[in-house]
């Protein structure tokens, strides 16, 4: 069990550890928003039925909770990185839910700017990947684990360029 603590009430929220189920996410786009330190302010009701918490659990909680421990880290710190210098990031990637059942989707991750510029939070889209990529997705995160690079780049992560603007809010 897994316990993070909810920013907003102050009250851990426990997480089962993974299990060997995992499925490819269908559906609408699940989508969430966090302030600049990466705290949930926003969930949209897709997201928080997929997760299997509560609306109160969700908002003012870590974005990296919902996270799987599988996922090579240096891809979340490619991610932090790239959307902290006001970039836009795209992956493949493996989400758990509350009770350690995993899924995956492609994840678009946004920064989002004040009328100065000024990075204010970021907005997380998943939706349905390609489940024909499967496999090779795995393969290249084991390897990618293996390695135990900090910052990675593959074939199914890295930097989306949007145009000028496109995640101005």
């Known amino acids: 069990m897994s316990t993070y603590i909810n920013s907003n009430t102050g009250k851990p929220i426990e997480r089962d550890e993974p299990r060997d189920m995992e499925s490819l996410y269908t559906g609408k786009p699940l989508i969430v928003e966090t302030d600049a330190q990466r705290v949930i302010t926003y969930a949209n009701k897709r997201f928080v039925e997929a997760s299997g918490y509560t609306k109160e659990e969700v908002i003012g909680s870590p974005h990296c909770m919902h996270l799987h421990p599988d996922m090579p880290a240096g891809i ?94």
């Open 76 to 169: 979340f710190k490619d991610a932090c990185r790239m959307t902290d210098e006001g970039k836009t990031w795209s992956g493949l990637v493996q989400n758990v839910n509350k009770e350690g059942i995993s899924y995956w989707t492609e994840l678009l991750i946004q920064p989002k700017v004040n009328e100065m510029g000024k990075i204010v939070g970021y907005m997380a889209t998943r939706r349905e990947m390609d489940g024909s990529k499967l496999d090779e997705v795995k393969k290249e995160y084991d390897m990618m684990r293996a390695s135990g690079e900090e910052t990675v780049r593959g074939q199914f992560c890295g930097e989306v360029y949007l145009g000028e603007g496109a995640c101005a809010f």
